[in-house]
């Protein structure tokens, strides 16, 4: 018990160890804090690489697919641009009387 106190002795000694207590607590208290503080910023660390991950194959998706339409529209180009020169070139005539001479002699 406590020295004598105009407050009961039985108050005294509930206070002063629950006074030991917290400061026995405390230290252990502080670490569970820094380890939940520190789990906290590896989960957003963790979070932000995945972000970075998608955002790279969303980047390699849109590049491969403007690859592919490029290849796909080689062939359609040529020919447009084979057709542009046709047309503007006399030849037209020449080409015609081809197809005809071409068409008359596969009967």
Known sequence: MAIPTPVNGQITDAVTQSSVSILGQAPAMAMSSIYQSAAHSTSILFQNAVQAQQQASIC????TNQGVMQLYSVNTMAGATATAKIGRSDN????????????????
């Open 60 to 63: 390699s998706q849109a590049a």
């Open 92 to 107: 037209s005539n020449t080409l015609l009387t081809l197809l005809v001479l071409l068409a008359a002699t596969r009967r």
